[in-house]
């Protein structure tokens, strides 16, 4: 049996036609051909043929359907299983398209153009009309129409390029590429095609007029430039050599210092494959410069990548675990890797991923999962070995050529490299006649690898280039001649690195060597601890002089040891039997410098501190590993112990929960561990793992170490205990026994904890009392994430009871006091919180623009505040009556929930919403649906407040929507619901416009005392007797 849905459905079975009559049943049928061989669940089936609601039970509507199908069909091709149903089919026309256009796509991107030219033929043959014709209209087909006719449109881009790249005659491509161009008047690569396809056939002028007019129209109508690849065809025509273009993108690569030599054909390559691809890999021997060419193509594509390029460094990275870690904490994620998928779903972005190679597997795992659930992203790695996942595009970066001995050196890229580099050293350097032959022969004889020839040139500093070269003659001697060409990456570079080392004398040696131990940067004051040497600046600024030595730009003097070269530092320092010594007195520098910066970390000088700490976050995390490497089991746990607030403050909680448990199950080969540590420690723990919401209820950490520490993460442990176990009165007395506290931010954080937990069983006048609490005490603390942090609970609960103009103010100094420290976009709920708070106070328009820009593109904002945003907006549209625009809001949100991770909460959020809309459309069984879905959520959470505004929402469902035309029982029911909903919010939440609504109609329905009669019986239950009545509330008709 075959399928065709590219056009009006087609089914043949043994080459007859199979007539499947009736709308609905051929967009079943559609549906299933979209999935075939695989199973469609019951409820994504009925959710996909009546969006709307429709019959009161569509599963047995749907069992009709299917039975239907089965009559019309083949035996056994549509097969029931667990859940759901399968198609069985031989072939159906919309994934064969796709298959024969990535076999062509990928044909295209390897040069075989003509193979390339025959795929996507064939791909494009199989169109017969508009896709999924007969189902149009219906959300689920809309939306992948619009992919199908995306992915055509791509291919036939593929196809003619392919044309054009086989030397075939460009007419007939121009003259299609016209047609096209005038239905896609915006699409930018068909129009670098259409100037290509002018310019061959030779009509160069109207070239140029289509590459006019597209520059004309994007100005315009989107106020942009036009990109790299329309700009290269245009200069092709011109003949002109391109240019970057202007403005400034988003991320954090770093103008180098030098110029880039050479590479063109890779880098028009590379951008070639990142548009039409998704990830390229260079791949090639260390010190052949692929760090340089992926930082140099990812700054000429930066205009492309409104979210931004972002150089991730795996150099430092010694733990393939920390990988995630290492992407999160260069996008700034305070939150940590939980949401790494979020962070890089919302614009297309760029991942330059650096040395991969000694963590190849973890970077491929990351890879793999980020490019399968972040459609925008595109990631260029560097390695010495392939990743190894699907889709993956190799870009060999084999040395810089070499001149021919004999040949014209200047010729070279290898010998310009040279040059300019030893023009940077010795100024007015130029390289001419006999001197040029020379550089050429030393470039040979580094094998055109661009690290060895700056270190090289590097030396032209206290040498002669004749001098240079009878050294380097001496140093390979081992290495000349022709097996030259098949010596790896490894001895290769240790060759050059080996030799610069030998140049340095003993003391210098010794000190490099002690600096290998560093992962991160080094500071004159901590070289100077690790290494011995108390005048280290002299000889650091030596060894950067050298290119031993990274110079890190910044307030204070900073280096780096390039990778390569500490590891022959390690190899050297294990030779001589010190790596273990100098490891542990690196682990004694970085465990003084945390443990001095610990207590200010939660007081006035927390921003001095803080960043201190930030600089040396690579180092910190190194010495945690060394000491739990060596069996130091003590230091692992005082260091664990006192970054611990650092982690909190980073917000990284679940990584911070991960390194606080590797330390507290660390050997103990050193001896006993001190108790306040160790209660530290597991504070910190405990308290991160509830703040990244983890479940440790059966943790064996749990009651293992003594509590009785005065330092203030120990007085976490009981309350963390009791939010983990969800056990209230534990938590409460816990609290209540360690206060009153003399320490003004232990008082502070005891007060939030109390509050978060009365919070959460809907005791908001308590939760209150205690926020105010800890506002003050953070305040007296000088602690600003605390602060911060207090503020938010705070402003909930004056949101809640009308003082919005308190509310208002108290999220604007949350978000100011996070930028303070760098967290600017981490600022997402409070963003959401504010509109809020505007909305209610009757700023309705600004809450709507201030919303509306968290979701433009270049926005910035991460996934799992756009869930939160489009929640919100879908609010105050459905507030305004306009349901449609509420619905686009909704829909937008629940696909943000299917595609990053998320709390319970916003999907309960999300249910709702949509029971909202169901209820004022009259689809009142479809809303019991939602409203069940939402209740759970919110009680699985556990969150009262949350199931507060599913018990709204059910006050609602009860009164029918129109209470005045209900029963007086159906009113007076939902009167008690809306009463009993007050109980888990803690408040009445009368300026909810959702309570208003219902309170307004249910007083007209019932009278002032009535209604308040039945208010008042739902608000005098306890919360298991408020959920009891929702459920009962959720299951009558």
């Not at 494009?124 to 809309?142: C, N, V």
């Not at 300026?991 to 309170?999: A, W």
């Amino acid at each position: 049996m075959r399928v065709g849905i590219l056009g009006p459905l087609a089914v043949t079975d043994q080459g007859k036609d199979v007539a499947i009559g009736g709308a609905r049943l051929r967009a079943l049928m559609i549906r299933l051909a979209l999935e075939p061989g695989r199973t469609v669940t019951v409820e994504s089936l009925v959710d996909a043929l009546w969006p709307d609601g429709g019959p009161g039970d569509r599963v047995h509507a749907l069992q009709a359907l299917v039975s239907r199908l089965r009559r019309v069909l083949p035996a056994g091709r549509l097969r029931s299983v667990p859940g759901g149903y399968v198609l069985d089919a031989e072939a159906v026309d919309a994934p064969e398209f796709e298959r024969l256009a990535a076999e062509g796509g990928r044909a295209l991107g390897d040069g075989d153009a003509k193979l390339a030219v025959e795929r996507l033929t064939s791909a494009l043959e199989l169109w017969r009309g508009d896709a999924l014709a007969d189902a149009a209209g219906i959300p689920f087909a809309d939306a992948a129409a619009v992919r199908l006719e995306a992915l055509r449109l791509a291919a036939t881009e593929d196809r003619v390029a392919a044309e054009l790249a086989t030397g075939a005659d460009p007419v007939r491509p121009a003259a299609e590429l016209e047609e096209l161009a005038a239905r896609h008047p915006l699409r930018e690569r068909l129009r670098a095609l259409l100037v290509e396809a002018l310019h061959r056939a030779g009509r160069s002028a109207e070239a140029l007029a289509a590459f006019e007019e597209f520059r004309g129209r994007l100005a315009e109508e989107l106020g942009a430039d036009p990109g790299q690849e329309l700009q290269d065809a245009y200069l092709a025509v011109l003949r002109a050599v391109p240019r970057v273009p202007d403005g400034t993108a988003r991320g954090n690569l770093r103008v180098p210092p030098t110029s880039f030599v050479g590479r063109e054909a890779e880098r028009a390559w590379i951008a070639r494959r990142l548009w039409e691809g998704r990830l390229v890999t260079l791949v090639g021997p260390g010190g052949s410069g692929k760090t340089r060419l992926a930082t140099t193509v990812g700054a000429e594509l930066s205009g492309r990548f409104p979210g931004g390029v972002w150089l991730v460094e795996l150099a430092a990275v010694g733990d393939p675990d920390e990988v995630p870690r290492a992407v999160a904490d260069v996008l700034g994620l305070r939150d940590g890797t939980s949401h790494l998928v979020e962070a890089l779903s919302a614009d297309e972005t760029l991942i330059v991923l650096d040395n991969c190679e000694h963590v190849v597997a973890a970077a491929a795992r990351l890879t793999d999962d980020l490019l399968g659930t972040c459609p925008s992203l595109r990631v260029l790695a560097t390695s010495r070995e392939r990743l190894g996942v699907d889709g993956e595009a190799l870009c060999p970066v084999p040395p810089l050529d070499v001149p021919e001995p004999g040949g014209d050196a200047l010729e070279s890229s290898a010998v310009e490299l040279f040059a300019e580099r030893a023009a940077a050293v010795r100024p007015g350097f130029t390289l001419s006649g006999d001197d040029a032959s020379v550089a050429g022969e030393i470039c040979r004889r580094l094998d055109g690898l661009p690290l060895a020839i700056e270190l090289a040139a590097a030396r032209l500093r206290s040498m002669s280039l004749d001098q240079l070269a009878a050294r380097l003659d001496d140093r390979f001697r081992v290495l000349s001649g022709g097996s030259r060409t098949a010596l790896t990456r490894h001895r290769t570079l240790r060759a050059v690195v080996a030799w610069s080392w030998d140049l340095l004398d003993g003391a210098e040696r010794r000190f490099a060597e002690r600096l290998s131990v560093f992962p991160g940067t080094i500071t004159p004051e901590t070289a100077s601890r690790v290494t011995g040497l108390p005048q280290a600046l002299d000889v650091l600024d030596s060894l950067a002089d050298r290119s031993l030595l990274q110079v890190v730009e910044g307030a204070e003097p900073r280096f780096r040891m390039l990778e390569t070269i500490r590891e022959y530092g390690r190899e050297r320092l294990a030779e001589a039997g010190e790596l273990d010594r100098v490891r542990a007195e690196h682990v004694a520098c970085f465990l003084d410098l945390a443990e001095r910066a610990e207590p200010h970390l939660r007081g006035p000088e927390q921003l001095e501190w803080f960043f201190r700490l930030a600089a040396e976050r690579e180092n910190l995390v190194a010495a945690l590993h060394h000491a739990v490497d060596a069996g130091d089991g003590g230091s692992a746990v005082r260091l664990g112990a006192a970054l611990a607030t650092f982690w909190m403050i980073l917000g990284d909680h679940a990584e911070a929960a991960r390194r606080l448990r590797l330390a507290l199950e660390a050997p103990r080969e050193g001896g006993p561990v001190p108790d306040g540590a160790e209660a530290v420690a597991l504070g910190g723990y405990l308290f991160n793992t509830v703040m990244a919401g983890g479940d440790a209820r059966d943790d064996p950490f749990i009651g293992t170490a003594g509590r009785d520490s005065a330092h203030p993460l120990a007085a976490m442990i009981e309350p963390a205990i009791a939010l983990l176990t969800d056990d209230t009165a534990r938590g409460v007395a816990a609290i209540d026994r360690r206060l009153p506290e003399r320490d003004p931010w232990t008082r502070a954080a005891l007060h939030l904890m109390r509050a978060m937990l009365n919070g959460n069983r809907g005791e908001m006048d308590a939760a209150h009392r205690d926020i105010a609490v800890a506002v003050a005490g953070f305040r007296e603390a000088g602690e600003r994430v605390g602060l911060s942090l207090a503020l938010v609970f705070l402003a909930d609960t004056q949101t809640v009871r009308g003082d919005f103009g308190a509310a208002i103010a108290g999220l604007e100094e949350s978000i100011e006091l996070l930028r303070g420290l760098d967290q600017g976009e981490n600022t997402g709920m409070q963003r959401v919180m504010l509109a809020v708070a505007r909305a209610r106070s009757g700023d309705v328009r600004r809450a709507r623009d201030e919303l509306t820009a968290m979701i433009a593109p270049g926005a910035g904002t991460q996934a799992r505040h756009l869930v939160s945003v489009r929640l919100a907006l879908g609010d105050l549209a459905r507030h305004a009556g306009d349901a449609d625009e509420a619905r686009e809001h909704y829909g937008a949100a629940g696909r943000e929930l299917g595609r990053v991770p998320s709390y319970p909460q916003y999907g309960s959020l999300y249910e709702t919403g949509m029971a909202q809309l169901a209820i004022g459309a009259g689809h009142l069984d479809a809303a019991r649906g939602h409203l069940r879905k939402a209740l759970d959520l919110a009680v699985d959470g556990p969150d009262m407040p949350i199931a507060a505004v599913a018990g709204i929402a059910i006050a609602r469902l009860r009164a029918h929507a129109e209470p005045e035309a209900a029963a007086s029982a159906d009113a007076e029911a939902a009167a008690e619901v809306l009463g009993a909903a007050s109980v888990l919010r803690g408040a009445p939440d009368a300026f909810n416009p959702d309570v208003v609504l219902v309170t307004r109609s249910l007083r007209r329905t019932l009278g002032e005392r009535a209604f308040r009669a039945a208010y008042d019986r739902g608000g005098r239950l306890d919360v298991p007797g408020v959920l009891a009545l929702l459920e009962d509330q959720l299951r009558r008709r």
